[in-house]
């Protein structure tokens, strides 16, 4: 390989590096979405749960 090569390799190897960085950024992103919108759901079923026991307290 000649240098001219070397270094075109280099560059290929470096835009496959950020597009892979990028790709996982991406997935990292999207799992902290669902964890935040699982997150969310718990507490609303919680709250709702709380709720349900109070007013079934009042009730008997």
């Known amino acids: 390989m000649n240098v ?8 290929e190897i470096q835009s496959k590096v950020q597009e892979l960085e990028q790709l996982n950024q991406s997935t990292r992103d999207r799992d902290k979405m ?3 919108a699982i997150a969310h759901l718990s507490d609303q079923l919680i709250a709702l749960t ?11």
Do not use: F, P, W
């Not at 001219?4 to 560059?11: F, S």
């Not at 709380?50 to 008997?60: A, K, V």
């Open 4 to 11: 001219h090569q070397l270094e075109r390799q280099e560059a």
């Open 34 to 36: 669902k964890d935040d």
């Open 50 to 60: 709380t709720r349900l026991d109070s007013i079934e307290r009042r009730q008997q």
